[in-house]
């Protein structure tokens, strides 16, 4: 309910043109499924479940009778699960500590590819992470982690000294502890949580402008905007193809970076 | 004339992006071209940087909007 309310006091967009129905009012867009008291289930909270479900199955269901010579199911899992081991957790944390937060990175870089990929999925087209709360609580869980586990090793104190590089001069030790703190505290989950989120909105926003925007050229009155409608959708194609390429690059940059805060906070100096 | 200074804005900031990001390839196709072992090493770091450099192009994507 409150929600609503910060929705129409956000959208204070005056129409200029003169069509009644542009620009849309952001309260257009809270259009939940079905409410239970208080408590919204919307569309994307059902598409992540969903992948939730998926993945709970497919990684039970490959990883069950785990054989020496494999079937194609376990293969593929351990070829991911080896991938996010291997290439993303050794190399960024070291070979000292990784094995701990391989479950978490390992989970992180599947929910999230399966999210993204339910954006290009026939009858699903719901990229859950274009809805900005999912990368926000996937920040949060990464966030808590990685001063958690820096704290842990170097003290709560230690952990302020830590910010600061060795081998400086004195007199910039206070201006390099403030912009570390800034990039360590606000920078950093900020941007991890926007790039995700932009990633699939703004993939999303161009697979819906050329498809639906096909669809109303297809619907025009002269022949001229009849045919434009046919290299809208193939462009739609090739951007579907396009976009594939981003959501697995995002969700591969997501646990590369999420990787790479945790190895820096357990280096032993910055 | 009529607009959204705030598209103008968008559209100066795709500027610096895209130059960081040819830099940052640039950079890569060198290094691989020196030493084509080092194209698995290097893969990484070239994925590193082309995410954190993109990030600035979708901050101007996602503002324009606020």
Redesign the interface.
């Known amino acids: 309910m409150s929600l609503n309310v910060l929705a129409s006091t956000l959208g204070t967009v005056a129409p200029?043109q003169d069509e009644s129905h542009f620009p849309p009012s952001p309260e257009i867009f809270w259009q939940p499924l079905f409410s239970i008291g208080s408590v919204s289930i919307t569309r994307v909270m059902v598409v992540v479940a969903f992948s939730v479900a998926l993945l709970a199955w497919w990684l039970l269901a490959t990883t069950k009778r785990a054989a020496v010579v494999p079937s194609m199911g376990q293969f593929l899992t351990e070829g991911v699960y080896g991938f996010i081991r291997n290439?993303?957790a050794k190399?960024m944390i070291g070979s000292k500590e990784f094995l701990r937060f391989v479950p978490l990175l390992f989970a992180l870089f599947v929910f999230i590819l399966v999210n993204n990929l339910f954006g290009i999925t026939p009858f699903v087209q719901m990229p859950s992470m274009s809805r900005i709360g999912f990368p926000i609580a996937l920040t949060l869980i990464v966030y808590v982690v990685y001063h958690t586990i820096g704290i842990q090793k170097h003290g709560v104190a230690g952990y302020f000294k830590f910010l600061i590089p060795g081998g400086l001069p004195g007199w910039i030790k206070p201006f390099i502890f403030v912009l570390e703190f800034i990039t360590f505290f606000i920078t950093r989950p900020l941007?991890l949580a926007?790039?995700l989120?932009?990633?699939m909105?703004?993939g999303h926003m161009l697979l819906v402008v050329f498809i639906v925007g096909g669809w109303e050229l297809f619907n025009a009155e002269s022949l001229f905007l009849k045919l434009t409608a046919l290299p809208s959708w193939a462009l739609a194609f090739a951007f579907t193809l396009f976009e594939a390429l981003v959501q697995f690059?995002?969700a591969?940059?997501f646990t590369?970076?999420a990787a790479?805060y945790i190895g820096g906070a357990l280096v032993d100096d910055h | 004339m009529?607009g959204n200074l705030s598209l103008v804005g968008y559209g100066l900031a795709t500027i610096g992006p895209a130059i960081a990001i040819g830099l940052i390839f640039a950079a890569y196709i060198n290094g691989v071209a020196r030493q084509p072992e080092s194209g698995r090493l290097l893969q990484?770091i070239a994925?590193?940087g082309f995410?954190?450099a993109?990030?600035l192009a979708?901050?101007g994507?996602?503002l324009f909007f606020l």
């Open positions: 200029t290439g993303v190399d941007t926007l790039r989120f932009g990633n909105f703004a690059l995002q591969y940059v590369l970076l790479s | 009529e990484p994925i590193l995410a954190l993109e990030a979708i901050f994507l996602v």
